[in-house]
């Protein structure tokens, strides 16, 4: 079966880091290219960050951009995400989800069932 | 960035209806939308790639039409399970969601 689980959710205090990790099993996931979405409470949800199969292409969205680090280890099917410097505004349900399709253009096809990330004092 | 409106934002409907989603680009995406499904506490589910392909498992009454800006989801026959959210995905540049359309039982 193929599955996506998330782990390293929390509460953590506004300036806070944490580090999230998606166990991918049932697929090759060196062949896929990966995303890290979320949604806040009662929202739509928000691409956060891509990566390429092998990790050499990554863009982040631009609320993102220089706090937090995706990354990835193909030898251990795991996808992480680094959240560092954490707001209120990142409070949400983060999930990866696996694309498919033509290079970076593809629309996701298999989602976790998310990890909770809350940012508050 | 490339923006997603869908509309209604709010459906109310019966069982055995047939209801439409209407989603617009604020650019042109060719035909690289997809439609999502969510419940809630779940994460959202595939339904239609590329503005008109049906996702392996999405029963056929789940159809999607459109290109360039003009996006629609129809639903034939509502079912009780079809009661959820539904959310439009350009996949053009980068990714960016519409704000979601719930269908709730009239």
């Known amino acids: 079966e193929v599955q996506l689980v998330e782990s390293g959710g929390g509460l953590v205090q506004p300036g806070g880091s944490l580090r999230l990790s998606c166990a991918a099993s049932?697929?090759?996931?060196?062949?896929?290219?990966m995303n890290w979405v979320r949604q806040a409470p009662g929202k739509g949800p928000e691409w956060v960050s891509y990566?390429?199969?092998?990790?050499?292409?990554?863009y982040y969205a631009d609320s993102v951009k220089g706090r937090f680090t995706v990354s990835r280890d193909n030898a251990k099917n795991s996808l992480h995400l680094q959240v560092n410097s954490l707001r209120a505004e990142d409070t949400a349900v983060y999930y990866c989800a696996r694309l498919y399709g033509p290079g970076s253009s593809g629309y996701m096809d298999v989602w976790g069932q998310g990890t909770t990330v809350t940012v508050s004092s | 960035d490339i923006q997603m409106t869908q509309s209604p934002s709010t459906l109310s409907a019966s069982v055995g209806d047939r209801v439409t989603i209407t989603c617009r680009a604020s650019?042109?995406?060719?035909?690289?939308l997809a439609w999502y499904q969510q419940k809630p506490g779940k994460a959202p589910n595939l339904l239609i790639y590329?503005?008109?392909g049906l996702q392996s498992g999405v029963p056929s009454r789940f159809s999607g039409s459109g290109s360039g800006t003009e996006f629609t989801l129809t639903i034939n026959s509502l079912q009780p399970d079809d009661f959820a959210t539904y959310y439009c995905q350009q996949y053009n540049i980068y990714w960016t969601f519409g704000q979601g359309t719930k269908v709730e039982i009239k």
């Open positions: 049932g697929f090759t996931f060196s062949s896929y290219e």
């Open positions: 990566i390429s199969s092998t990790g050499a292409t990554i």
């Open positions: 650019q042109s995406i060719s035909s690289w």
């Open positions: 590329k503005a008109s």
